[in-house]
Protein backbone atom coordinates (compact mmCIF):
# COMPACT_ATOMS: atom_id res chain seq x y z
CA UNK A 1 0.00 0.00 0.00
CA UNK A 2 0.99 3.36 -0.31
CA UNK A 3 0.98 6.57 0.78
CA UNK A 4 -2.88 6.87 1.10
CA UNK A 5 -4.38 9.40 3.64
CA UNK A 6 -6.27 6.68 5.40
CA UNK A 7 -5.23 8.57 8.70
CA UNK A 8 -5.68 11.81 7.64
CA UNK A 9 -7.24 13.94 9.89
CA UNK A 10 -6.39 17.37 9.30
CA UNK A 11 -8.51 19.67 7.84
CA UNK A 12 -8.88 18.87 4.07
CA UNK A 13 -9.05 22.04 1.77
CA UNK A 14 -12.24 22.91 0.20
CA UNK A 15 -12.47 20.92 -3.29
CA UNK A 16 -10.66 18.02 -2.60
CA UNK A 17 -12.63 14.92 -1.57
CA UNK A 18 -12.70 14.11 2.09
CA UNK A 19 -11.89 9.98 1.57
CA UNK A 20 -8.50 8.45 1.05
CA UNK A 21 -8.00 6.98 -2.99
CA UNK A 22 -12.16 5.83 -3.03
CA UNK A 23 -12.67 7.79 -6.46
CA UNK A 24 -9.47 7.02 -7.79
CA UNK A 25 -10.13 3.35 -7.75
CA UNK A 26 -14.09 4.26 -8.62
CA UNK A 27 -13.36 6.12 -11.51
CA UNK A 28 -13.67 4.70 -15.40
CA UNK A 29 -11.28 5.73 -17.84
CA UNK A 30 -12.90 9.20 -19.65
CA UNK A 31 -11.81 9.42 -23.25
CA UNK A 32 -11.88 13.06 -23.71
CA UNK A 33 -13.69 14.85 -26.28
CA UNK A 34 -16.22 17.45 -26.39
CA UNK A 35 -20.07 16.54 -26.28
CA UNK A 36 -21.81 19.74 -26.94
CA UNK A 37 -24.79 19.63 -28.80
CA UNK A 38 -24.29 20.73 -32.01
CA UNK A 39 -27.97 22.88 -32.14
CA UNK A 40 -28.92 24.92 -35.20
CA UNK A 41 -25.09 24.18 -37.74
CA UNK A 42 -24.15 27.33 -38.61
CA UNK A 43 -21.04 27.99 -39.60
CA UNK A 44 -20.52 30.13 -36.42
CA UNK A 45 -21.61 27.34 -34.33
CA UNK A 46 -19.60 24.63 -35.88
CA UNK A 47 -16.62 26.91 -34.89
CA UNK A 48 -17.13 27.63 -31.91
CA UNK A 49 -17.47 24.15 -30.81
CA UNK A 50 -14.94 23.69 -32.46
CA UNK A 51 -12.61 26.28 -30.38
CA UNK A 52 -14.22 24.32 -27.03
CA UNK A 53 -12.79 21.03 -28.73
CA UNK A 54 -9.61 22.79 -29.11
CA UNK A 55 -9.55 24.13 -25.70
CA UNK A 56 -10.04 20.47 -24.16
CA UNK A 57 -7.33 18.77 -25.89
CA UNK A 58 -4.81 21.73 -24.82
CA UNK A 59 -6.18 20.64 -21.46
CA UNK A 60 -4.64 17.51 -22.37
CA UNK A 61 -1.53 19.04 -23.31
CA UNK A 62 -1.67 18.57 -27.09
CA UNK A 63 1.05 21.36 -28.65
CA UNK A 64 -0.76 21.06 -32.03
CA UNK A 65 -4.27 22.39 -30.50
CA UNK A 66 -2.12 24.92 -28.86
CA UNK A 67 -0.50 26.13 -32.42
CA UNK A 68 -4.15 26.44 -33.81
CA UNK A 69 -5.92 28.39 -31.02
CA UNK A 70 -2.99 30.38 -31.18
CA UNK A 71 -2.86 31.24 -34.95
CA UNK A 72 -6.70 31.77 -33.95
CA UNK A 73 -6.46 34.06 -31.31
CA UNK A 74 -3.19 35.83 -31.00
CA UNK A 75 -4.06 38.56 -33.41
CA UNK A 76 -7.58 39.69 -31.16
CA UNK A 77 -5.96 38.65 -27.67
CA UNK A 78 -2.62 41.04 -28.39
CA UNK A 79 -5.18 43.93 -29.99
CA UNK A 80 -6.51 43.98 -26.62
CA UNK A 81 -2.81 44.27 -24.59
CA UNK A 82 -1.89 46.91 -27.37
CA UNK A 83 -5.52 48.63 -26.51
CA UNK A 84 -4.57 48.43 -22.95
CA UNK A 85 -1.08 48.76 -22.43
CA UNK A 86 -0.03 51.17 -25.56
CA UNK A 87 3.68 49.69 -25.89
CA UNK A 88 4.39 46.82 -27.95
CA UNK A 89 7.11 45.54 -25.91
CA UNK A 90 4.48 45.39 -23.24
CA UNK A 91 1.89 43.93 -25.12
CA UNK A 92 3.92 40.95 -26.72
CA UNK A 93 4.41 40.25 -22.80
CA UNK A 94 1.31 39.96 -21.87
CA UNK A 95 0.28 37.88 -25.13
CA UNK A 96 2.64 35.54 -24.00
CA UNK A 97 1.08 35.24 -20.18
CA UNK A 98 -2.25 35.35 -21.95
CA UNK A 99 -1.77 32.15 -23.85
CA UNK A 100 0.79 30.26 -21.31
CA UNK A 101 -2.16 30.90 -18.85
CA UNK A 102 -4.64 29.02 -21.32
CA UNK A 103 -2.02 26.09 -22.03
CA UNK A 104 -1.71 26.21 -17.93
CA UNK A 105 -5.72 26.49 -17.03
CA UNK A 106 -7.75 25.04 -20.07
CA UNK A 107 -8.96 22.76 -17.94
CA UNK A 108 -10.86 25.42 -16.07
CA UNK A 109 -12.74 26.17 -19.27
CA UNK A 110 -16.44 24.92 -18.84
CA UNK A 111 -18.67 24.93 -22.08
CA UNK A 112 -21.25 25.18 -19.84
CA UNK A 113 -20.42 28.83 -18.46
CA UNK A 114 -19.95 29.77 -21.66
CA UNK A 115 -18.11 30.34 -25.51
CA UNK A 116 -14.57 29.45 -25.63
CA UNK A 117 -13.88 33.14 -27.63
CA UNK A 118 -15.61 34.76 -24.61
CA UNK A 119 -13.27 32.44 -22.00
CA UNK A 120 -9.84 33.63 -24.19
CA UNK A 121 -10.28 37.66 -24.63
CA UNK A 122 -11.11 37.48 -20.80
CA UNK A 123 -7.97 35.94 -19.56
CA UNK A 124 -6.41 38.30 -22.57
CA UNK A 125 -8.47 41.16 -20.98
CA UNK A 126 -7.92 40.12 -17.24
CA UNK A 127 -4.24 39.99 -17.65
CA UNK A 128 -3.69 43.38 -19.57
CA UNK A 129 -6.09 44.96 -16.59
CA UNK A 130 -3.01 43.52 -13.97
CA UNK A 131 -0.37 44.73 -16.52
CA UNK A 132 -2.10 48.11 -16.59
CA UNK A 133 -2.47 48.47 -12.63
CA UNK A 134 1.22 47.43 -11.99
CA UNK A 135 2.48 50.20 -14.61
CA UNK A 136 -0.26 52.49 -12.57
CA UNK A 137 1.97 51.87 -9.01
CA UNK A 138 5.03 52.00 -10.68
CA UNK A 139 6.00 55.93 -9.58
CA UNK A 140 7.00 57.79 -12.45
CA UNK A 141 7.78 61.33 -12.64
CA UNK A 142 4.49 63.94 -14.02
CA UNK A 143 5.08 65.75 -16.81
CA UNK A 144 3.05 68.10 -15.88
CA UNK A 145 1.49 69.68 -12.31
CA UNK A 146 -2.07 69.47 -13.88
CA UNK A 147 -4.24 66.56 -12.45
CA UNK A 148 -6.45 65.21 -15.27
CA UNK A 149 -10.04 65.96 -14.97
CA UNK A 150 -12.88 63.29 -14.77
CA UNK A 151 -13.74 63.65 -18.65
CA UNK A 152 -10.10 63.45 -19.62
CA UNK A 153 -9.88 60.23 -18.03
CA UNK A 154 -13.00 59.08 -19.59
CA UNK A 155 -11.79 60.58 -22.85
CA UNK A 156 -8.95 58.61 -22.29
CA UNK A 157 -10.49 55.08 -22.03
CA UNK A 158 -12.56 56.04 -24.38
CA UNK A 159 -10.36 56.70 -27.12
CA UNK A 160 -9.22 52.99 -26.73
CA UNK A 161 -12.57 52.08 -28.53
CA UNK A 162 -12.12 51.60 -32.40
CA UNK A 163 -14.67 49.91 -33.58
CA UNK A 164 -17.72 51.69 -34.98
CA UNK A 165 -20.35 49.18 -33.71
CA UNK A 166 -18.74 49.05 -30.29
CA UNK A 167 -18.88 52.52 -30.28
CA UNK A 168 -22.27 52.93 -31.43
CA UNK A 169 -23.43 50.35 -29.11
CA UNK A 170 -21.82 52.28 -25.93
CA UNK A 171 -23.13 55.40 -27.16
CA UNK A 172 -26.61 53.49 -26.28
CA UNK A 173 -26.31 53.86 -23.00
CA UNK A 174 -27.28 56.36 -20.91
CA UNK A 175 -23.89 58.79 -20.10
CA UNK A 176 -23.51 57.64 -16.49
CA UNK A 177 -23.47 53.19 -17.53
CA UNK A 178 -21.04 54.33 -20.18
CA UNK A 179 -18.40 56.51 -17.92
CA UNK A 180 -18.63 53.62 -15.48
CA UNK A 181 -18.75 50.81 -18.37
CA UNK A 182 -15.52 52.51 -20.15
CA UNK A 183 -13.87 53.36 -17.48
CA UNK A 184 -14.02 49.74 -15.24
CA UNK A 185 -13.56 48.00 -18.91
CA UNK A 186 -11.11 50.02 -20.94
CA UNK A 187 -9.32 52.39 -18.06
CA UNK A 188 -8.47 48.94 -15.90
CA UNK A 189 -9.98 51.02 -13.02
CA UNK A 190 -11.68 48.84 -10.35
CA UNK A 191 -15.32 50.24 -9.05
CA UNK A 192 -13.99 51.55 -5.75
CA UNK A 193 -11.69 54.07 -7.94
CA UNK A 194 -14.78 54.92 -10.28
CA UNK A 195 -16.78 55.41 -7.29
CA UNK A 196 -13.70 57.75 -5.56
CA UNK A 197 -13.31 59.74 -9.20
CA UNK A 198 -16.92 60.63 -9.60
CA UNK A 199 -17.78 60.89 -6.16
CA UNK A 200 -20.10 58.83 -6.60
CA UNK A 201 -21.08 55.84 -4.06
CA UNK A 202 -20.24 52.23 -4.66
CA UNK A 203 -23.39 50.97 -4.69
CA UNK A 204 -24.42 53.47 -7.68
CA UNK A 205 -21.32 52.50 -9.46
CA UNK A 206 -22.33 48.51 -9.37
CA UNK A 207 -25.87 49.32 -10.33
CA UNK A 208 -24.37 51.36 -13.45
CA UNK A 209 -22.43 48.49 -14.48
CA UNK A 210 -25.09 45.69 -14.12
CA UNK A 211 -27.49 48.14 -16.01
CA UNK A 212 -25.56 49.13 -18.63
CA UNK A 213 -24.08 45.67 -19.21
CA UNK A 214 -27.85 44.59 -19.65
CA UNK A 215 -28.52 47.43 -22.04
CA UNK A 216 -24.88 46.55 -24.05
CA UNK A 217 -26.28 42.84 -24.62
CA UNK A 218 -29.81 43.96 -26.00
CA UNK A 219 -27.98 46.20 -28.29
CA UNK A 220 -25.19 44.46 -29.51
CA UNK A 221 -27.37 40.99 -30.28
CA UNK A 222 -29.86 43.27 -32.33
CA UNK A 223 -28.70 43.72 -36.19
CA UNK A 224 -26.86 46.99 -36.64
CA UNK A 225 -29.28 49.68 -37.98
CA UNK A 226 -26.96 50.25 -41.18
CA UNK A 227 -27.52 47.14 -42.03
CA UNK A 228 -30.84 46.25 -41.67
CA UNK A 229 -31.89 49.43 -43.35
CA UNK B 1 -19.74 39.52 1.84
CA UNK B 2 -23.01 37.68 1.54
CA UNK B 3 -24.75 35.80 -1.43
CA UNK B 4 -26.70 39.49 -2.24
CA UNK B 5 -23.56 41.19 -1.87
CA UNK B 6 -21.93 38.83 -3.99
CA UNK B 7 -24.18 39.25 -7.00
CA UNK B 8 -24.04 43.01 -6.68
CA UNK B 9 -20.02 42.77 -7.61
CA UNK B 10 -20.62 39.86 -10.87
CA UNK B 11 -21.05 42.30 -13.23
CA UNK B 12 -17.89 44.13 -11.63
CA UNK B 13 -16.06 40.65 -12.16
CA UNK B 14 -17.00 40.19 -15.62
CA UNK B 15 -15.21 43.18 -16.55
CA UNK B 16 -11.67 42.90 -14.15
CA UNK B 17 -13.06 46.09 -12.20
CA UNK B 18 -12.70 44.30 -8.70
CA UNK B 19 -9.98 45.17 -5.96
CA UNK B 20 -8.17 42.17 -4.88
CA UNK B 21 -9.62 40.93 -1.81
CA UNK B 22 -13.35 42.00 -3.13
CA UNK B 23 -11.83 39.60 -6.31
CA UNK B 24 -10.41 36.77 -3.64
CA UNK B 25 -14.20 36.51 -2.21
CA UNK B 26 -15.84 36.51 -5.33
CA UNK B 27 -14.04 33.78 -6.59
CA UNK B 28 -14.57 31.52 -3.39
CA UNK B 29 -17.91 32.25 -3.67
CA UNK B 30 -18.50 31.50 -7.02
CA UNK B 31 -16.91 28.24 -7.01
CA UNK B 32 -19.52 27.36 -4.21
CA UNK B 33 -23.09 28.93 -5.96
CA UNK B 34 -23.69 27.12 -9.12
CA UNK B 35 -26.42 30.14 -9.33
CA UNK B 36 -24.00 32.89 -9.16
CA UNK B 37 -21.73 31.57 -11.80
CA UNK B 38 -24.62 30.99 -13.85
CA UNK B 39 -25.90 34.66 -13.45
CA UNK B 40 -21.80 35.89 -13.99
CA UNK B 41 -22.63 33.91 -17.46
CA UNK B 42 -24.84 36.36 -18.49
CA UNK B 43 -22.59 39.19 -17.56
CA UNK B 44 -19.50 37.64 -19.13
CA UNK B 45 -21.17 37.06 -22.47
CA UNK B 46 -22.33 40.82 -22.34
CA UNK B 47 -18.63 41.89 -21.81
CA UNK B 48 -17.47 39.76 -24.15
CA UNK B 49 -18.47 42.24 -27.58
CA UNK B 50 -16.01 44.69 -25.57
CA UNK B 51 -12.80 43.27 -26.76
CA UNK B 52 -13.17 43.89 -30.06
CA UNK B 53 -14.14 47.26 -29.27
CA UNK B 54 -10.05 47.81 -29.59
CA UNK B 55 -8.29 48.47 -32.86
CA UNK B 56 -7.20 44.53 -34.00
CA UNK B 57 -3.49 44.23 -34.77
CA UNK B 58 -1.73 41.34 -35.61
CA UNK B 59 1.28 40.60 -32.93
CA UNK B 60 4.96 39.93 -34.42
CA UNK B 61 5.90 36.87 -35.98
CA UNK B 62 8.61 36.47 -33.54
CA UNK B 63 5.70 36.15 -30.42
CA UNK B 64 4.65 33.05 -32.26
CA UNK B 65 7.83 31.28 -32.07
CA UNK B 66 8.21 32.29 -28.41
CA UNK B 67 4.91 31.23 -27.13
CA UNK B 68 5.12 28.26 -28.55
CA UNK B 69 8.44 27.32 -27.78
CA UNK B 70 7.79 27.90 -24.32
CA UNK B 71 4.68 24.77 -24.49
CA UNK B 72 7.11 22.48 -26.37
CA UNK B 73 10.87 22.29 -24.41
CA UNK B 74 13.18 20.93 -26.80
CA UNK B 75 11.11 21.53 -29.97
CA UNK B 76 12.15 24.93 -31.91
CA UNK B 77 9.74 26.27 -34.88
CA UNK B 78 10.87 28.19 -37.56
CA UNK B 79 14.62 26.56 -37.09
CA UNK B 80 15.32 29.90 -35.02
CA UNK B 81 16.87 28.29 -31.87
CA UNK B 82 20.83 27.97 -31.57
CA UNK B 83 22.52 26.14 -33.94
CA UNK B 84 23.71 23.63 -31.03
CA UNK B 85 20.32 23.05 -30.03
CA UNK B 86 19.61 21.89 -33.57
CA UNK B 87 22.92 19.53 -33.94
CA UNK B 88 22.07 17.86 -30.20
CA UNK B 89 19.04 17.12 -31.73
CA UNK B 90 20.43 15.25 -35.33
CA UNK B 91 23.15 13.80 -33.15
CA UNK B 92 20.26 12.15 -30.44
CA UNK B 93 18.74 11.16 -34.15
CA UNK B 94 22.09 9.67 -35.60
CA UNK B 95 22.89 7.82 -32.26
CA UNK B 96 19.12 6.38 -32.82
CA UNK B 97 19.11 5.15 -35.90
CA UNK B 98 22.99 3.89 -35.58
CA UNK B 99 22.59 2.02 -32.05
CA UNK B 100 19.36 1.17 -32.11
CA UNK B 101 18.89 2.79 -28.23
CA UNK B 102 15.64 4.78 -28.16
CA UNK B 103 16.71 7.22 -25.80
CA UNK B 104 16.73 10.73 -27.00
CA UNK B 105 19.63 12.85 -25.83
CA UNK B 106 17.60 15.96 -26.50
CA UNK B 107 14.90 14.61 -24.27
CA UNK B 108 17.22 14.28 -21.38
CA UNK B 109 19.27 17.28 -22.15
CA UNK B 110 16.34 18.66 -22.07
CA UNK B 111 15.14 17.32 -18.63
CA UNK B 112 18.10 18.09 -16.84
CA UNK B 113 17.94 21.63 -18.21
CA UNK B 114 14.60 22.01 -16.70
CA UNK B 115 16.19 20.69 -13.34
CA UNK B 116 18.79 22.86 -13.54
CA UNK B 117 16.49 25.82 -13.90
CA UNK B 118 13.81 24.70 -11.50
CA UNK B 119 16.79 24.16 -9.16
CA UNK B 120 18.31 27.21 -9.18
CA UNK B 121 15.01 28.99 -9.32
CA UNK B 122 14.83 27.46 -5.96
CA UNK B 123 17.90 28.72 -4.98
CA UNK B 124 17.23 31.84 -5.92
CA UNK B 125 13.95 31.89 -3.91
CA UNK B 126 16.12 31.05 -0.57
CA UNK B 127 17.90 33.38 -0.86
CA UNK B 128 15.18 36.41 -1.37
CA UNK B 129 14.33 37.98 1.96
CA UNK B 130 11.23 38.70 0.76
CA UNK B 131 10.14 35.01 -0.27
CA UNK B 132 8.13 33.39 2.30
CA UNK B 133 8.54 29.47 3.43
CA UNK B 134 5.55 26.94 4.28
CA UNK B 135 6.36 23.61 5.66
CA UNK B 136 3.56 21.48 4.02
CA UNK B 137 1.92 19.48 6.85
CA UNK B 138 -0.17 16.03 6.94
CA UNK B 139 0.02 12.16 7.31
CA UNK B 140 2.95 11.52 5.12
CA UNK B 141 6.03 11.20 6.90
CA UNK B 142 8.73 13.22 4.57
CA UNK B 143 10.08 17.16 4.42
CA UNK B 144 8.29 18.79 1.88
CA UNK B 145 8.31 22.92 2.33
CA UNK B 146 7.22 25.66 -0.68
CA UNK B 147 9.27 28.37 -1.27
CA UNK B 148 7.57 31.34 -3.22
CA UNK B 149 7.56 35.06 -3.77
CA UNK B 150 4.31 36.06 -3.68
CA UNK B 151 4.93 40.00 -5.85
CA UNK B 152 7.19 37.81 -8.63
CA UNK B 153 4.41 34.93 -8.44
CA UNK B 154 7.56 32.83 -8.41
CA UNK B 155 7.45 29.35 -6.65
CA UNK B 156 9.17 26.19 -5.62
CA UNK B 157 8.34 22.90 -3.66
CA UNK B 158 11.23 21.35 -2.15
CA UNK B 159 10.58 17.68 -1.54
CA UNK B 160 12.60 14.72 0.34
CA UNK B 161 11.50 12.00 1.83
CA UNK B 162 8.89 11.53 0.01
CA UNK B 163 7.67 7.37 -0.47
CA UNK B 164 7.44 5.87 -3.73
CA UNK B 165 3.68 6.26 -4.25
CA UNK B 166 3.22 2.99 -6.14
CA UNK B 167 3.52 1.83 -10.03
CA UNK B 168 1.27 4.18 -12.63
CA UNK B 169 0.61 6.68 -9.43
CA UNK B 170 2.23 10.11 -9.20
CA UNK B 171 2.63 12.94 -6.37
CA UNK B 172 0.06 16.16 -7.58
CA UNK B 173 0.64 19.48 -6.58
CA UNK B 174 -2.45 21.61 -6.30
CA UNK B 175 -2.90 25.50 -5.60
CA UNK B 176 -6.10 26.07 -3.38
CA UNK B 177 -8.42 29.23 -4.08
CA UNK B 178 -11.78 28.96 -2.43
CA UNK B 179 -12.50 25.27 -2.94
CA UNK B 180 -10.99 25.21 -7.03
CA UNK B 181 -7.83 22.93 -6.62
CA UNK B 182 -5.59 23.97 -9.66
CA UNK B 183 -3.04 21.54 -10.74
CA UNK B 184 0.67 23.13 -10.11
CA UNK B 185 2.65 19.56 -11.73
CA UNK B 186 2.75 16.20 -11.31
CA UNK B 187 6.43 14.35 -9.88
CA UNK B 188 7.30 11.16 -8.61
CA UNK B 189 9.87 11.23 -5.72
CA UNK B 190 13.79 10.33 -6.30
CA UNK B 191 15.30 8.07 -3.76
CA UNK B 192 17.91 10.27 -1.55
CA UNK B 193 18.05 13.53 -3.32
CA UNK B 194 15.43 16.53 -2.89
CA UNK B 195 12.71 16.67 -5.80
CA UNK B 196 12.53 20.85 -6.60
CA UNK B 197 8.76 21.41 -8.64
CA UNK B 198 9.17 25.12 -10.08
CA UNK B 199 5.66 26.49 -9.69
CA UNK B 200 4.24 30.04 -11.26
CA UNK B 201 1.28 31.51 -10.11
CA UNK B 202 -0.28 34.78 -8.73
CA UNK B 203 -0.14 33.53 -4.80
CA UNK B 204 -1.64 35.93 -2.96
CA UNK B 205 -5.01 34.58 -4.79
CA UNK B 206 -4.20 31.24 -3.15
CA UNK B 207 -4.75 29.49 0.45
CA UNK B 208 -3.14 26.57 0.30
CA UNK B 209 -0.81 24.46 -1.56
CA UNK B 210 -1.37 20.62 -1.05
CA UNK B 211 -0.31 17.12 -2.44
CA UNK B 212 -2.44 14.34 -3.29
CA UNK B 213 -1.90 11.12 -4.44
CA UNK B 214 -2.88 10.92 -8.43
CA UNK B 215 -2.73 8.67 -12.04
CA UNK B 216 0.32 9.08 -13.36
CA UNK B 217 1.65 9.59 -15.62
CA UNK B 218 -0.12 13.24 -15.90
CA UNK B 219 -2.12 13.34 -12.97
CA UNK B 220 -5.81 14.63 -12.72
CA UNK B 221 -7.70 17.03 -13.66
CA UNK B 222 -9.58 17.64 -10.34
CA UNK B 223 -8.46 15.94 -7.05
CA UNK B 224 -9.48 12.13 -6.97
CA UNK B 225 -7.82 11.90 -3.22
CA UNK B 226 -7.56 13.74 -0.20
CA UNK B 227 -4.51 15.88 0.38
CA UNK B 228 -1.60 13.92 1.93
CA UNK B 229 0.07 17.61 2.78
CA UNK B 230 -0.96 20.43 2.92
CA UNK B 231 0.58 24.06 3.86
CA UNK B 232 -1.47 27.47 4.10
CA UNK B 233 -0.09 29.97 2.21
CA UNK B 234 -2.71 32.86 4.17
CA UNK B 235 -3.72 34.17 0.79
CA UNK B 236 -7.51 34.59 0.24
Known sequence: MSVAAANWTGPVPAGFPDRGRSRLRRR????????????????????????????????????????????????PAYSVALGMLRDAVLAQEVTQDVFLAIWRGAREFDPARGSARTWILSVAHHKSVDAVRRLRRTPTVPLSDTVPSDA?????????????????????????????????????????????????????????????????????????????? | MTHDEIRESLPGYALHALAPDELREVEAHLAACAECRR??????????????????????????????????????????????????????AVIIVLAGIAVSLEQRFVALTARVESETQALALLADPASRVVTLSGPAAASVRFVFDPTTGRGALIATGLR?????????????????????????????????????????????????????????????????????????
Open chain 2, 164 to 236: DPGPDLVYQVWLVAGSTPRSAGVFRPASGTPVIVAVGADFPRYQAVAISVERGPNGAARPSAAPILVGRLGGG
Open chain 1, 28 to 75: TARVGGVARPMAGGTVSLLSAADDAALLTRIAQEDPDAFETLYARYSG
Open chain 2, 39 to 92: ELAVFEEAAAPLAAGFAQEEPPAALRGRVLDAVRPGRRTGGRGPGWMVALAAAA
Open chain 1, 152 to 229: DVIEAAQARVDAGHVRRALEALSIEQRAAIVLAYYGGYTQQEIAQRLGVPLGTIKTRIRDGLLRLRTVLSAPAPETAR
